[in-house]
């Protein structure tokens, strides 16, 4: 009788998120009102998707480089 393998090439559980760990300070008092909103355990997406935003809303604004270089 054979006993099956430990290993599988099939992963269980939530697939990966694709993040880098990264320290943020916060305003004092900013944890707390992040926490009153969306609570502890969604506080990490909370602030993910905040930056993600501002990001997108930027680089809208930014000009891009070729057409900076193009108008000096």
């Known amino acids: 009788m054979q006993i099956p393998s430990p290993v599988t090439t099939r992963r269980m559980g939530r697939p990966p998120l694709n993040v880098e760990e990264t320290k943020v300070r916060l305003l004092a008092g900013s944890k707390q009102r992040i926490i009153a909103l969306v609570g502890e355990q969604r506080m990490a997406t909370f ?26």
Request: charged content about 60%.
């Open 47 to 72: 602030i993910r998707e905040a930056v993600e935003e501002k990001l997108r809303r930027d680089e809208k604004r930014k000009p891009s480089k070729e057409a900076a270089e193009d108008g000096a």
